[in-house]
């Protein structure tokens, strides 16, 4: 979806009439049918209000405004346009300071521990984002992308409306950046990133203090949280509090791509703890310095968490983010009927992924149904595989010529650290013993339990190879030479394990080894392949950014007691290109299931009269836009 999404120049914006004065700008062309913000009040003057990321403008209040809010002589005379803080931020030239040295510059961003303030300090042109590209050519990835990381995040921290608008821009740039891989390695050095706080925590230490403190968030109304625990960020395992950069992430996806008010979100950690040493022993760790909370204590945490949150916003819908399996499941199932929640890991990830193996029987040039005949390997069996396992199956079910029961029909094949899953397996999770091999009729391929998956895929021909198991560089060059031979004309490779060190294989060596013909996507952005012949081998991205959005939306939206797998089904079906589709299907579930209870002025009869094309224009129309708002003081 993003990969095809244009990046407007300023040129542009200036056609579609956007921005051109900075009180009362036109609805732009790209929220066509999205409410333009009306007056806002503010309980603040003065400073409080520069300092204030929801509503300042920086150098963009004009004067009435100034006047107003007792601005007048706190910011420098001339009035900038937004459209000119757009650029100033975006495209200024490049620094031609001979001072400018911009090694150090990127020391100083990438490790901020390392005492060199000053010299970034010296560096004078790098608060604009393009210069930051010119100067940093051929320079080491990751030192870059922090780098820009940071500055983002200044801009985040200090003018929200400005950062959004950069953000919904330049959606395919700085999604790398803000979320998944970029977002990984600010996880892993958050604490040494840290300079303001951003979201709220809940630790272990607070408990039986929860039902007060949550009234400590400043907005009066919260409709969508992000909460973690922090124990598997993406496949980079147990980052204890610092985890909080995902929740951040994935809600600044929901202002970009759902158009939820950024003033009505809330990143949460849940801090119980960590079993990762190395942070234990880091004098900077931010977090509770003990070992994880376990079985009812840790229980307990999160129950108190909920009822928290329930008790001040009963409508928010919370979403629930890389939580180590046994968690993720053990919540899932707690918290579903009670709560409007859902795990993102678990259900998010198996949309998309439906998505991209219904994909692949299409690509083959096969009829729908067949996907009951695609033999699949899926290797990694935690949460979000088992999560796809779940789904896919599903839909297998509904598909004709299948047994409702199932019995009978496994067309997977299911792999852990420790091999294929089968019967004989001892001790296995009930969610996965489904998916154990048998040594029935059916069993033609001659494996056994612990199976390699070179083995595996020898033997099966697998037409879809699908990676969730956080392991980087599994499907080595054995392994996808192994997939030429698959039973598929276009066999399907998904290396879905993040961030890009966790790919379980590259696109390169997909069309190298495999061949032209493979379908391939990840899980984090690579880029296309060249093939020769002026063909390209695309690198499609398969990753829950482009689902949950809209399932969060969706349910919002209708006010939905609680989220049903009919929901995510329809939402998975719908996986098009605009979220706020995805958001009127998951809208019309939960109106069809009866749990739409509706929101504000719009009621659930009104929900039910509506047609599809009504619901979609009712939530393209509830979806937030960065645009500044006259802000209107009450003392
Ligand atoms: N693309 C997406 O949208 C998306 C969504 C969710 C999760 N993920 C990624 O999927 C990965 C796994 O997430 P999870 O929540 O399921 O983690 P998890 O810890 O619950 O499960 C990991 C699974 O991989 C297995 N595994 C480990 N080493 C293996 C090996 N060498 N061979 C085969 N299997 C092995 C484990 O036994 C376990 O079953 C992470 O990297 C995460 O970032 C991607
Ligand atoms: O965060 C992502 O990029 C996707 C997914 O939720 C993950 O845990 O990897
Ligand atoms: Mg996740």
Redesign the pocket.
């Known amino acids: 979806m993003w990969r095809h999404a244009a990046r407007r120049s300023s040129a542009q914006i200036r056609r579609s009439g956007v921005m051109s004065s900075s009180s009362s700008p036109a609805a732009p062309a790209a929220a066509a049918g999205a409410a333009v913000p009306g007056p806002c009040i503010v309980h603040k003057r003065g400073t409080d209000i520069l300092h204030d990321p929801w509503f300042n403008k920086d150098t963009a209040f004009p004067m009435t405004e100034r006047d107003r809010l007792g601005l007048r002589g706190l910011l420098p005379p001339r009035v900038m346009s937004f459209e000119q803080q757009y650029d100033r931020f975006s495209e200024s030239t490049p620094s031609t300071s001979p001072n400018f040295r911009p090694r150090d510059h990127l020391i100083s961003a990438a490790l901020p521990n390392v005492a060199c303030d000053a010299l970034a300090a010296c560096c004078v042109a790098v608060n604009s984002f393009r210069s930051l590209e010119h100067n940093t050519r051929g320079e080491p990835d990751t030192i870059v992308a922090l780098a820009k990381w940071r500055i983002l995040n200044r801009l985040h921290d200090r003018n929200e409306t400005l950062y959004y608008r950069v953000l919904i821009d330049n959606i395919k740039d700085f999604a790398p950046i803000i979320y998944t891989p970029t977002v990984g390695l600010v996880c892993e050095n958050y604490s040494g990133l840290f300079r303001r706080p951003r979201g709220m925590y809940f630790s272990a230490k607070d408990k039986g203090e929860m039902m007060s403190m949550i009234y400590n968030w400043p907005a009066e109304k919260v409709d969508m949280i992000v909460v973690t625990d922090g124990s ?1 960020i ?2 980079l395992g147990d980052l204890g509090v610092q985890g909080i950069g995902i929740p951040i992430g994935k809600l600044d996806v929901y202002v970009a791509a759902a158009g939820i008010n950024p003033q009505k979100v809330l990143p949460i950690m849940l801090d119980v703890g960590t079993n990762n040493t190395k942070l234990l022993e880091d004098k900077l760790y931010l977090g509770l310095r003990q070992p994880r909370l376990e079985g009812e204590e840790y229980l307990s945490v999160v129950d108190e968490f909920m009822e928290a949150v329930h008790a001040r916003w009963p409508k928010a819908v919370v979403q629930f983010e890389d939580f ?2 046994k968690w ?1 499941f053990e919540t899932l199932q707690r918290y579903r009927n009670r709560f409007c929640m859902f795990n993102d ?1 678990v259900q ?2 198996a949309g ?1 992924a439906l998505a991209g193996l219904l994909g692949a029987v299409r690509a083959q040039g096969r009829p729908l149904s067949d996907f009951t005949k695609q033999k699949i390997v899926v ?7 088992i999560g796809v396992l779940n789904m896919a199956k599903q839909a297998m079910l509904r598909m004709p010529g299948i047994n409702r029961s199932g019995e009978g029909h496994n067309q997977f094949w299911v ?3 420790d091999g294929l899953i089968t019967k004989s397996r001892k001790g296995l999770d009930p969610a996965v013993a489904r998916y154990a091999r048998g040594f029935g009729p059916e069993e033609v391929q001659d494996l056994h339990e612990g199976a390699s ?1 070179v083995e595996v895929v020898r033997k099966v021909k697998p037409h879809v190879l699908l990676g ?4 980087g560089g ?1 499907f080595n060059e054995e392994v996808l030479k192994a997939m030429k031979e698959s039973d598929s004309p276009r066999p399907a490779i998904f290396a ?3 961030p890009t060190t ?1 790919a379980e294989c590259t696109p390169e060596d997909v069309f190298k080894y495999v061949g032209d013909n493979a379908v391939f996507a990840s ?1 984090s952005p690579f880029s296309n392949v060249t093939l020769g012949n002026g063909r390209q081998g695309y690198a499609n991205q ?3 950014m482009y689902l949950f959005p809209g399932i969060g939306l969706g349910a919002l939206l209708s006010g939905a007691r609680h989220i049903t797998d009919g929901m995510l089904q329809s939402a998975a079906e719908c996986i098009r290109h605009i979220t706020a589709r995805v958001g009127a299907a998951v809208v019309r579930a939960a109106v069809d299931e009866d749990l739409a209870e509706g929101r504000c002025d719009v009621d659930a009869r009104d929900l039910k009269s509506m047609t599809e094309a009504d619901t979609v224009d009712f939530v393209a129309r509830k979806m937030w836009y960065p645009i500044y708002s006259p802000l209107v003081n009450d003392k």
């Open positions: 598997r993406l496949g180590q399996m993720a890991d998010g990830t998309v290797v990694g069996a935690g949460s979000a595989g792999l852990d650290k998956l969730l198991s956080g392991v599994i879905m394990s993040n966790k899980g398969a990753n829950n």
